[in-house]
Structures are given as structure tokens and as C-alpha cells.
Nanobody, 124 residues
């Protein structure tokens, strides 16, 4: 089992940067691919970025490619999301999630452990 706790959200202005961090507990952290999702009011939850178990493979949504970077440290059980050049449309609750072991998915249904979420608000 994996427990996830996000931190690092806040209110920033357009063009600013934020770094989200997700701390995981549980012995199986390194066996799970990890994802960052976001959900804006009235919209479905969508994937932002995904990182493989080893950290060697990453995926980014087109909307954040070139601006966001996902990374993980398996020795510290953490996965981070560095967000640069933030835009108002990045405003959402951001969630850290652990993928179902042995699967590859970009959909929320492919992830079975979730953090509580952290709010990111980007003002124009």
C-alpha cells in the first residue's frame, strides 16, 4: 500500500514558477510508475505528467510540455513536479498518484493510490 501527501501549491502570477512535491510512504514506491494529475472546476481530471518506476521514462501532456518537469527520487520516496512559465489555465487542484503496478495508463482509472491534492492558482 502507498500513502501520498502533496505539498507546494499556492497562488502565483502568470510567468512564475512553483515546485510541487509528493511524499510517499510504503515499501513499494519504487515499483510504481507515478503521475501528476490536475482538475480544474467543472472539468475532468487530466494527466499532466507521468514518470516510470526508474525515472528513465516520462510523459507530458501537450499543454505543459516544455514548461513542466517531473522527477522522482526513489531513495527518498518523493516525486516532484517543477512548473515554470505558469499560465492562468494551469489553475487547478494537482494530485499525485501511483499507477497500478505493472500497467501503463494516462487515465485516472489506471492509478489506485491518490494524494489529497494541492491547489495551484495562477493569476493573470
Amino acid at each position: 500500500q502507498v500513502q501520498l501527501v502533496e505539498s507546494g501549491g499556492g497562488l502565483v502570477q502568470t510567468g512564475d514558477s512553483l515546485r510541487l512535491s509528493c511524499a510517499a510512504s510504503g515499501r513499494t514506491f519504487s515499483r510504481n510508475a507515478m503521475g501528476w494529475f490536475r482538475q480544474a472546476p467543472g472539468k475532468e481530471r487530466e494527466i499532466v505528467a507521468r514518470i516510470s518506476m526508474s525515472g528513465g521514462g516520462t510523459y507530458y501532456a501537450d499543454s505543459v510540455k516544455g514548461r513542466f518537469t517531473i522527477s522522482r527520487d526513489n531513495s527518498k520516496n518523493t516525486v516532484d513536479l517543477q512548473m515554470n512559465s505558469l499560465k492562468p489555465e494551469d489553475t487547478a487542484v494537482y494530485y499525485c498518484a501511483a499507477a497500478i503496478s505493472g500497467t501503463y495508463s494516462l487515465l485516472p482509472a489506471g492509478y489506485n493510490y491518490w494524494g489529497q491534492g494541492t491547489q495551484v492558482t495562477v493569476s493573470s
